[in-house]
């Protein structure tokens, strides 16, 4: 089976640009989170999407959207790009809203965006 | 705010020794705990985890211990491979949400040299 994948594996945008990730969950999972990882920092909360509709949001500006597809695909936007965006941005997926040590969550490759 | 801290950013053992690796959290409410390897391109792939009411996991080489009284959590590798060789992040989820956020450490370098 495949894994949690996402496109593009790398970006480069410039300041003030828009930008759109991609994340296709593990075949029958429907709970989608994504993540912003820094240079040198551990993985951030962004959101979660369960079943199409947003379950929860880090603490990013609402220059960062997502939806969440009937798929149960997703798409990560990110308005008026800054430089301090520039991560990894990486995907999770998992099998129900509120994970337990039952269902684990399941991280795909990420992609790395650079904002010039 | 740090909820969950890694305070050695790197750490350098010989092949066959044992690996320890650190965390601290600070939330209370967390009630599980895992850790994620990274190699360089990859996502974090989880290793092992261990709810709030144990106090050691093992799986193979691989142990996990919970201190709660002083929040803080250990991963034992024995014996180290070269293999092992990767970023590991130490993240632990909130039992008083319903959400499936985790929340990271900053990661920890293990390098294995033969």
């Known amino acids: 089976d495949a894994g949690v994948t996402q496109s593009p594996t790398h970006l480069i945008k410039t300041r003030g640009q828009h930008v759109t990730l991609r994340c296709s969950p593990i075949?029958?999972?429907?709970?989608v989170s994504w993540y912003q990882q820094v240079l040198g920092q551990g993985p951030q909360f962004i959101f979660q999407?369960?079943?199409?509709?947003?379950?929860g949001r880090g603490n990013f500006p609402d220059r960062f959207s997502a939806r969440q597809f009937p798929n149960y695909s997703s798409e990560l936007n990110v308005n008026a790009l800054l430089l301090g965006d520039s991560a990894l941005y990486l995907c999770?997926?998992?099998?129900?809203?509120?994970?337990?040590?039952?269902?684990?969550?399941?991280f795909g490759p990420g992609t790395r965006l650079t904002v010039l | 705010d740090q909820q969950v801290k890694q305070n050695s950013p790197s750490l350098s053992v010989q092949e066959g020794r044992i690996s320890i690796l650190n965390c601290d959290y600070t939330?209370?409410?967390?009630?599980?705990f895992l850790w994620y390897k990274k190699y360089p391109a990859e996502g974090p792939t989880f290793l092992i985890s261990?709810?709030?009411?144990?106090d050691k996991n093992e799986d193979g080489r691989f142990t996990v211990f919970l201190n709660k009284s002083a929040k803080h959590l250990s991963l034992h590798i024995v014996p180290s491979q070269p293999g092992d060789s990767a970023v590991y992040f130490c993240a632990a989820k909130n039992g008083g949400s319903t959400l499936g956020r985790l929340y990271f450490g900053r990661g920890t370098q293990l390098t294995v040299w033969p």
């Open positions: 939330n209370s409410m967390f009630d599980y």
């Open positions: 261990i709810s709030s009411i144990k």
């Open positions: 075949s029958g999972h429907k709970s």
């Open positions: 999407y369960y079943e199409k509709e947003e379950r």
């Open positions: 999770a997926s998992s099998s129900s809203e509120s994970w337990s040590y039952l269902n684990e969550q399941f």
